[in-house]
């Protein structure tokens, strides 16, 4: 069973909408995470999340929002989509975020394309 | 800006060969170096890492070569085998938090 459900597998959306990816984890981690994966950048991370607060936010626009309601949720509301937001957007988690050797366990991923 | 740089961005091997993937980096707040591999349509997984206390690590096939001097680790892959086939990326770690650091991938193909 996948420890890291992200929903939807697959989102299209039209330039200018709003979405909203959700990840809920279920390996009792406390550290939350999102990247994204693109053409042009294969891995490039957005955010964390450490106790639901927000640790790191590498994401220059302020139109991506994580959103954590539950420790073991962090979601990420996207606004006034372009076409160069389409990519495979990842959540990960880890065991409390303090750096060191934490491993990154990531979830399946969501495909958005933005027409 | 933490960067972590990684060559060759594809790379194919016969079968048995031994591949050979290198990264660099460039903070040196950086402690602890995994490679994870993504097969195609599936997330990146862990596959092997080191912390810079050691210069090598090894688990079965794979083996990672660190050098602390110089900023340099690599991914050593003897015996490729054809299902070892995938992008391979090597990222970095600091102590300040558990951010992961990607270099760009290495997409490997091995050759029956």
């Known amino acids: 069973d996948p420890k890291i459900i992200q929903k939807p597998k697959y989102l299209v959306a039209v330039t200018g909408s709003e979405k909203i990816l959700i990840c809920e984890q279920y390996?009792?981690?406390?550290?939350m995470y999102w990247y994204r994966q693109s053409a042009k950048k294969p891995l490039e991370f957005m955010f964390s999340?450490?106790?639901?607060?927000?640790?790191d936010n590498q994401t220059a626009s302020s139109r991506f929002q994580p959103q954590s309601s539950k420790k073991n949720h962090l979601d990420l509301q996207i606004t006034a989509l372009k076409p160069d937001d389409s990519a495979t957007y990842f959540c990960?988690?880890?065991?409390?975020?303090?750096?060191?050797?934490?491993?990154?366990?990531f979830g399946s991923g969501t495909r958005l394309t933005v027409l | 800006q933490q960067q972590v740089r990684q060559s060759p961005q594809s790379l194919t091997v016969w079968e048995g060969e031994t591949a050979i993937l290198n990264c660099s980096y460039e903070?040196?707040?950086?402690?602890?170096f995994p490679w994870y591999h993504q097969f195609p349509g599936e997330s990146p997984a862990l596959l092997i890492a080191?912390?810079?206390?050691?210069n090598k690590k090894e688990d079965g096939r794979f083996t990672i070569f660190f050098n602390k001097r110089e900023k340099k680790f690599s991914l050593h892959i003897a015996d490729s085998q054809p299902g070892d086939s995938a992008t391979y990326f090597c990222?970095?770690?600091?102590?300040?938090?558990?951010?992961?650091?990607f270099g760009g991938g290495t997409r490997l193909t091995v050759r029956p």
């Open positions: 999340y450490s106790y639901q607060k927000l640790m």
């Open positions: 903070d040196s707040t950086f402690d602890y």
């Open positions: 080191i912390r810079p206390v050691s």
């Open positions: 390996l009792g981690h406390n550290a």
């Open positions: 990222a970095a770690m600091d102590n300040a938090g558990a951010k992961l650091t």
């Open positions: 990960a988690s880890s065991q409390d975020g303090t750096g060191g050797a934490e491993t990154l366990y």
